[in-house]
DNA sequence: TTATAAAAATGAAAGCATTAAATAATCAAA
DNA sequence: TTTGATTATTTAATGCTTTCATTTTTATAA
């Protein structure tokens, strides 16, 4: 039933020429006569010749497979970045190796420890969010294998890094709120660790001090990234006695969140109350008042670190860098106070 | 730099036994004194030994990869599939290989076959909507090479399939809609070529017959699978001059298309006009009126089909087979005629 | 033209880390 | 002793890359 798969071997038994010869043709990368090359190419692709992936990576150490390590991937910005890292990682001819943390310092470690390194040639990490702790990934890149990180980036490596611009973002948003009319800006924001919340919160305290805005630390409240967290945020600021006229959320899903909870408890959102989120999920156009919002360039993030990858990957002497890709405001009616 | 990963061979040296012994006493699975194999696992621990996967799987013939062929990860019906998928093959030591065809079915095909089949075990796949042929599926199957179809299912292949129940889905979506005093139905399907369209057509006509309810072609629109189809169909059914009052749609995405024509063209959806999804996306408790649905059990699908096709590499010899899993129904505001 | 050096093309064989089949050694029971 | 069970070792095999050696071709000088 099983038929053997077709070998370097075998082609050249059919050419009658040596089996190195035919490993350099297929390859374009030695001196080979390109006669040669071309009767070797033709007999591979009419015999349809598939090298062995595993014997090419034992006998040269290149693996052609990039593990890819993500909090999630039931959301809509993870899943574009992945689609973006899928898309490069295709068209240069690696194979993804998906590893999902479910946001999980632990489950984030264990993995990365247990996993056979032998078997990938690179990696590209957006960590948990309480992860504070990075030597697993310190060591990784010890043994010498290329590490690229994308948006949730750890402070305290020094390894590649592709981000979208945070700080100008949330400096765009909270400054569009500001022009809007809104005064009492709040921040519902991410976990502390991530240096994506650090950039997003200095975004919106620069833009609240260059306008001499009031800084009110109960205005700043820092938890998780879900719709919930959103939710529970939002209704802790209107609790407060100094309630804010507008929420900048850290991102999308907490925005809705805040909606959300700002109708339940009569708030008119946009004449009364401005929110603007950070993604420009698609949810951000299904809501009711539609979510202004910063876009992020997620699939770009994905094909520049896939790129960045492989580049390292290629050269090991390339050193780290950061990437910072630009965000966009996107006005919806969410931080409109004239209409509606 | 590049440390040079510990080897079986180093274990072997160190406990001065042969290599043969240490790689059975690591893989527990054939004679070796239970006092050697304790000290062999001793070491490996000790010294954080991780197997080379290209070497196992160039001796052995087993890779513990699998590929994962399927049209979209944005989205998040597929997505929260992979993250069954991932969740298993994660425990069993497999590997996922990521295979986005974009939903277009040269691509697939191209994939499939590009793909270098020895360095995987198995495949998941959902089928691109456009792609009737399937001799490329068949032809990996020919190889022995073991496959489990997932949700999007070609008709004419004989392999095991994994899917939700679509027939009694459209039937508890159309009854529910019949039952709330609905009685002009429209249904906006997906892909003609793919048999869970058909599937849950035939629900919907079912549904239709037993309650003695017309039916009529030209309420039956086929197209896409995207919110924007959702939308053009829905405005196509109002063109109509027999208008129907009430819309099954085959998945969330385009029962939000036709809520938000809906609403635009001033009707009001539930009262005059009821709306059901399939899927449960979380968009259908954030879009108004709140989406009534029916809940597919995504993560239980790639979970199902993963351990399914887990099965099959331990044990070509199985026969292939069709799990359905059920559906049920939730009912929100879309639906309910009274409310509001 | 011939001899010789240089360059280009090819081949043989070792090596990559592991598994697996075929032996071998050990020891107890018959 | 012989037999059988248990445990360990030797050796071959997996399919490819790569180093080094060899052959063939081409260019250069005598």
Redesign the interface.
Known sequence: ???R?LRIKDIAEILNISVSTVSRALRDTYDVNPETRKRVLEVANQL?Y??????S??ASGN?R?IGVVIP?????YF??V??GI??TA?TNGY??????TNDNAEREQS?I???????LDGLLVSISSNSSMVDHFQSLI???ISVVFFDRVPENIDATKVMQDDFQGAFDATKHLINNGYTRIAHIAGNKHLSFTQNRLSGYLEALKKHNLPIRQEWIIYSGFSQQCGEEDTHELFKLQEQPDAIFAVNDRKA?GAI?TLKKEGYHVGKQIGVIGFTND??ST???PSLSTIEEPAFEIGKESCELLIKHIAN?KILPREIILPSTLIVRDSSKRETL
């Open positions: 039933m099983k038929k798969p349809k598939k090298p062995n992936m595993h014997a990576a034992l693996t497979n999630f991937i039931t959301n809509y899943s574009t992945i689609s899928q898309e295709y194979n993804l190796i998906l590893l999902v993995m420890e247990n996993l056979a390194i032998t078997s010890d043994d010498g809705v959300i698609p949810i299904i809501i009711e090991k």
